[in-house]
């Protein structure tokens, strides 16, 4: 008997029948003889349209309002869902985050996971009973307020429950069969991986593959928990992500040992560069740049500078950031603009960035190369270049970014040559 964490993403769960749907694959795993522990999203795009909703109040809605507004999209599918599996002849008790003992910092809108203590749902599952679990929330350890984890949050609450009740594996459900060489709504020939590293992993999610979030990753690894990614809608094995040492046994284990050059291609469309132009090149001006957007709470990722030209000693800086956090590091920059000396700004929020993956890289001469003639050639023109020891990551135009993918992906001989990929539902929003 195992003791299985399963979490149903929101386009498992987007209607009424595919709450019964999902009810019936977790009645199946119950009767099989496993304990059940189930992590639901909330219906469909429910979470974007109370975000629409609370634009339409106000465009500055306050944080721990809009907090307790998203939780209720998680509430109403894991009653529903209870109410399906127990219409099934099997017990089923739903519980909110902060029942389920999820414990967060206080950073409203993006919290992350302090502790959990799930002693509801273990004595739930004692009791034999499967337990559902509300994704994407939790409780802040000092004010009780409610609080969420960042988008596709849900992923990171299956897998911290997974960790705290020491389960043998998280499957994360959603509406493609695993994780694939690239998003199969953009290259459908793209291949299923069967085994994927957390370092891999890690990478992609990073950089745009939101078919796990970054956080629930950096969690799986932490605590070395298995996660088999695969879809709701098929039966068919999905993706292991473990390490890559944890594969079991004689010539398979050797075959996973030798990792792939390549493990795919990630694209994002959900940054914005700022230009700060007419810096003085003098020691402690990125420095003050830069702190100056830290302070306003906002992460950066790429960042460039170009040599100053000798007649000015003036040099551009150029970064990218969430396009959400575009206006908060915008406006910290212009109020700085006398302090640091700089002559304008120009935000543009139409780049794309595509990265290439794979922890074969670091070892394998060439992959630069490859990736600049394959974007040359489909006529694709390169913004910026940023790379990790298994990463290379390029900017583009956002209109070329679909494009780049497919050339990419096509110069590494990852298309795959079986049938199309498959995505049986959502919307992509
Ligand atoms: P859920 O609602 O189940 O959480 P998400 O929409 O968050 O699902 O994630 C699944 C989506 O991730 C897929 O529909 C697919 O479009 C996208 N995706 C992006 N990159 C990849 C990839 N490399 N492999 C599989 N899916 C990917
Ligand atoms: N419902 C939340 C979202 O749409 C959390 C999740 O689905 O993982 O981001
Ligand atoms: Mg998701």
Redesign the pocket.
């Known amino acids: 008997m195992a003791l299985i964490v399963q979490k149903?993403?929101?386009?498992?769960v987007a209607d009424a029948s595919g709450v019964k749907r999902v009810a019936k694959r977790i009645a199946e795993s119950k009767r099989a003889g496993n304990d059940v522990v189930v992590v639901v999203?909330a219906m469909g795009d429910t979470t974007d349209e109370l975000i629409d909703l609370a634009n339409a109040i106000t465009p500055v809605p306050p944080s721990r309002e809009m907090d307790i507004l998203l939780t209720a999209g998680e509430r109403i599918s894991m009653s529903l869902l209870a109410m399906a599996i127990a219409n099934l002849g099997i017990e089923a008790r739903s519980f909110t985050g902060q029942q389920a003992g999820v414990i967060t910092d206080d950073v409203h809108g993006k919290a992350r996971i302090i502790d959990v203590t799930p002693s509801r749902i273990q004595a739930a599952i004692d009791e034999g009973a499967v337990a559902i679990v509300a994704g994407f929330q939790g409780v802040t350890q000092h004010t009780n307020d409610v609080t969420t984890l960042g988008r596709?949050g849900?992923?990171t609450t299956a897998v911290a429950l997974a960790a705290a009740l020491k389960a043998d594996v998280c499957e994360i459900?959603?509406?493609?069969d695993?994780?694939?060489?690239?998003?199969?709504?953009i290259v459908p020939s793209?291949r299923k991986i069967d085994r994927i590293s957390y370092d891999e992993m890690l990478e992609?999610a990073a950089s745009?593959?939101?078919?796990l979030?970054l956080r629930c990753v950096e969690y799986a690894r932490r605590y070395g928990v298995p996660v088999h990614v695969r879809s709701s809608f098929s039966a068919h094995t999905g993706t292991m992500v473990t390490n890559y040492e944890d594969a079991e046994g004689g010539d398979e284990g050797a075959d996973v040992m030798e990792q792939p050059i390549i493990a795919?291609v990630?694209h994002d469309s959900s940054e914005a560069k700022i230009t700060v132009v007419g810096v003085p090149d003098v020691p402690g001006t990125a420095a003050h740049i830069f702190e100056v957007v830290a302070g306003s709470g906002v992460n950066i990722d790429m960042i460039v500078q170009n040599v100053s030209a000798a007649a000015t000693g003036l040099t551009d800086i150029s970064f990218t950031l969430p396009a959400t956090d575009g206006t908060a590091a915008m406006t910290a920059l212009a109020e700085s603009q006398a302090e640091v000396g700089f002559a304008s700004l120009q935000y543009d929020d139409t780049i794309g960035k595509l990265s290439l993956i794979g922890a074969g890289m670091k070892s394998h001469p060439g992959v630069s190369a490859r990736l600049f003639s394959a974007l040359s050639a489909a006529g694709i023109n390169i913004e910026m270049i940023s790379t990790s020891e298994i990463r290379i990551s390029v900017v583009t135009r956002a209109d070329q970014l679909a494009d780049a993918v497919r050339a990419v992906h096509t110069a590494f001989d990852l298309d795959s040559s079986e049938d199309e990929a498959v995505?049986y539902g959502?919307t992509?929003r």
């Open positions: 149903y993403g929101g386009s498992s999203s596709g849900s992923d459900y959603s509406d493609v695993g994780v694939f060489t690239a998003d199969p709504r793209a992609m745009g593959a939101k078919v979030v795919g990630a995505v959502g992509g």
